[in-house]
């Protein structure tokens, strides 16, 4: 057997023995006898799986057998841990996007773990740079990650999923990173890592918060794009994935040959023992290979044109001379997905499922689903894609959360998606934010955010629950960078200030940035304060980006995508905490968690539960009255109170019995000038006291009547319960 080793890689050439194996499962299955490989490639015309040992010399072997387009084979004796990759030919012609080229190493699409990291060097194009019409001759491997045989055994003990209520849940969104790298009660070696997630220091603190699920960041494996790598940064966010079997090996504390499927797993078994869902933010609109410049890294070296969505209207050059075919794209990430085509469709529905059965996630949020829900160029709510999950035994049973949006015009689609999805509301987001930061015109549209947005999600069987609300998520400022910047500041994102939005609806209060102004500062405080509990006690479901709750800053940034760096990591020193919002928060969290009022099932209907009894809500006037049409149509009116009704619930308890809770008013002031509300005398509430205030004159505990007035400080909420 020959070996040849060029520098700066070596291989031994083709090797036997080789045995013909299956089609399926795709992937590599290990088993000790023999491992399997199958690759779906129907277009090519050779398919090698390259082996490497420790020491980085491939091995390669042919697959002899193509059944049903895929490419499959059984290798001996092959050890759990092994390194691989593959290598395909056929047709050059990227005018058809057809681009095999046998050069360039490519990971396996059904890869369960990957190793290494991707280095944009002129070899890991397909294409030569100098003559873009001919195939590039270099090898790739010493640049790209590898695939790695995984033997998927674990030990659950008998866990079972917790299926938490929609109505009962409250989400964090967390980075894996960026949650414990400086936590100081989390051993230094696990920080930043799956193991470093699960230690008691954050289960524990997520708990006694209120938390019930965390959503993570996306995590299958994914890499930097070139642009970035220039620049001297890196994708921290993570939302350009490369490998949608496999966690990402970065954030391993155990290695990155398998060990970190090992280690996700137990992440999340240590979530479930303290009660936390684990949802994952899954990013399968487009792929990491970017447009048709971009590099071969998998799915483009196996058959560009399954999985890339191509744009029909596009045109040869003008000399006539076969151009490389133009990608159809509404990411703005240089390619879109094509779920229409039933392989790709196939190859998301595997890795969800994986997700569940083997990794036993709890759910999912996708980003920018419309541009997978397309049939043709149009989106289509009765897509395959959305139309073979509703009915999948497996995952129409966990949570799945739409992005109703991408990058196109007509994508916007909030309120559209059909059950058992729930949508991100940036609608209730913008809403929120004007009523506290920007002076918003009138109160008509809170009072439908505070209650649910039925006029998104009441007209097509969902309930409020469908909408998960929230004032702040990785993309745009923090709680704490809304109250203290007007503008944002991205400049160490080396984009010239131009990434990011400039509709942030944030308010610096009179200061730009971080202040020693005592007063400032506490009245940035309290609208943190106020826009926390507003979030937590509006009906739908409540999500907290990681940190807000003690008052993380990013400096500005409100598009830190690439700080891998203390600005996009929560510190945990206590100096700059701010506490006084983590309590809001946490007390909110715990009425929320204790009061079936406060995270009703049903619609509210403005009308009693039962005969004779009150209006399971009512909209109040600072005067004391009922709010008037006139009332909903000023303009100038910056305040309300809700009154839920506890006496009883329209949600009947498990056996059907009626189920009595505790009756609430929340008033919101977020007028700049204190505010007489009074508390109307009525036939069923008598007395109360304050449970949750961002007023220092009414702390909790203060006593209250009927007929009461309050004089409410300026930007304030306050909240009674029946006593």
């Known amino acids: 057997m020959g070996r040849v080793a060029p520098d700066p890689w070596r291989t031994r050439g083709e090797s036997t023995p080789i045995w013909p194996g299956r089609n399926y499962p795709l992937g590599s299955t290990w088993s000790s006898e023999a491992t399997n490989f199958a690759v779906w490639a ?38 759990v ?58 090898d790739s491997a010493p640049y790209v990650p590898r695939s790695v045989v995984v033997d998927d055994q674990f030990d659950w003990g008998g866990q079972e999923p917790l299926r938490r209520r929609w109505r009962d849940t409250v989400i964090y969104e967390l980075h894996v990173k960026g949650m414990t790298q400086l936590h100081d009660r989390v051993p230094e070696e696990l920080r930043g890592t799956y193991a470093g997630l699960a230690t008691p220091a954050v289960t524990d603190y997520l ?25 001297g940064l ?72 399954v999985y890339h969505r191509v744009d029909a209207s596009a045109h040869p050059s003008e000399n006539g001379a076969p151009t490389p075919m133009s990608y159809w794209d509404v990411t703005g990430c240089g390619n879109t ?14 890795s969800l499922r994986y997700w569940v059965t083997e990794m036993h996630v709890d759910g999912f949020r996708f980003d920018l689903l419309s541009a997978l829900t397309r049939t043709g160029q149009e989106v289509d709510m009765n897509c395959h894609l959305l139309t073979a ?50 002076e918003s015109s009138g109160i008509r549209k809170v009072a439908t955010r505070l209650a649910g947005s039925s006029d998104l999600y009441a007209d097509d069987g969902r309930s409020p629950y469908a909408s998960v609300n929230f004032v702040t998520a990785h993309d745009g400022f923090t709680v704490r960078d809304l109250v203290s910047y007007d503008t944002k500041h991205n400049e160490a994102n080396g984009e010239d200030g131009r990434d990011g939005t400039d509709n942030n609806g944030s308010h610096n209060h009179g200061v730009e940035g971080e202040t020693d102004d005592a007063a400032i500062v506490s009245l940035r405080r309290r609208q943190a304060a106020n826009l926390m509990a507003t979030l937590c006690l509006s009906n739908g479901v409540p999500m907290i980006t990681a940190g807000d709750e003690r008052g993380r800053t990013q400096g500005g940034n409100n598009n830190a995508y690439c700080q891998d760096n203390p600005t996009s990591w929560i510190d945990w020193r206590p100096d700059d905490a701010w506490l006084d919002v983590y309590e809001v928060t946490k007390t909110a969290l715990r009425l929320r968690r204790e009061h079936p009022a406060l995270r009703q099932r049903h619609w509210f209907e403005g009308r009693p539960a039962i005969e004779g009894g009150p209006k399971d809500l009512a909209w109040l006037h600072p005067s004391g009255r009922e709010m008037t049409t006139d009332d909903w149509h000023d303009e100038s009116l910056g305040s309300i109170g809700m009154f839920v009704s506890g006496s009883p619930l ?37 007395s109360g006291e304050v449970v949750l205030s961002t007023d220092a004159s009414y702390p909790v505990g203060t006593p209250v009547k009927a007929g009461d007035r309050l004089k409410l400080s300026s930007r304030s909420v306050v909240m009674l319960r029946e006593t």
């Not at 277009?43 to 193509?66: N, S, Y």
């Not at 196109?408 to 913008?430: A, K, L």
């Open 650 to 686: 329209r949600s009947p308890g498990p056996r059907g019995e009626q189920l009595v809770d505790t009756s609430f008013v929340l008033w919101l002031n977020a007028s700049a000038e204190p505010l007489e509300v009074r508390l109307p005398k009525n036939d069923w509430v008598h």
């Open 207 to 231: 708990r006694d918060l209120g938390v019930t699920a965390v959503e993570l960041l996306p995590l299958h494996q994914f890499c930097s794009e070139p642009t970035l790598t220039e620049r």
């Open 42 to 79: 129907p277009a090519a015309t050779t398919a090698w799986v390259c082996l490497f040992d420790d020491d980085g010399v491939e091995t390669r072997h042919r697959l002899t057998e193509q059944s049903l387009g895929i490419w499959h084979g059984a290798v001996p004796d092959v050890a």
């Open 389 to 438: 999950i509703g009915q999948d035994p497996v995952l129409r049973h966990v949570k799945l959360i739409a992005e109703p949006w991408d990058a196109s015009m007509d994508g916007y689609r909030v309120g559209e998606f059909p059950p058992p999805w729930v949508e991100w509301n940036d609608q209730y987001r913008d809403e929120i934010r004007d009523f506290w930061l920007a």
């Open 81 to 138: 841990g092994t390194r691989y990759g593959y290598r395909a030919d056929g047709p050059w012609a990227p005018d058809q996007g057809l681009r095999f080229n046998p050069a360039k190493l490519l990971l396996d699409p059904y890869a369960h773990a990957i190793s290494g990291t991707f280095d944009p060097q002129p070899a890991t194009y397909g294409f030569d740079r100098a003559d873009p019409g001919q195939r590039d001759g270099s």
């Open 337 to 350: 997905l094509d779920t229409s085509h039933p392989f790709a469709l196939r190859l998301v529905l595997d």
């Open 234 to 305: 890196t994708n921290y966010w993570g939302y350009n994935s490369i490998g949608f079997f496999a966690p990402h090996g970065a954030y391993s504390a155990s290695g990155d040959q398998g060990q970190q499927v090992t280690e996700f797993k137990s992440m999340v078994k240590g979530f479930h023992d303290a009660g936390l869902e684990v949802i994952l933010d899954v990013v399968y609109n487009h792929t990491a290979e970017a447009g048709p410049d971009g590099p071969t890294l998998s799915f483009r070296g196996l058959d560009d044109t």
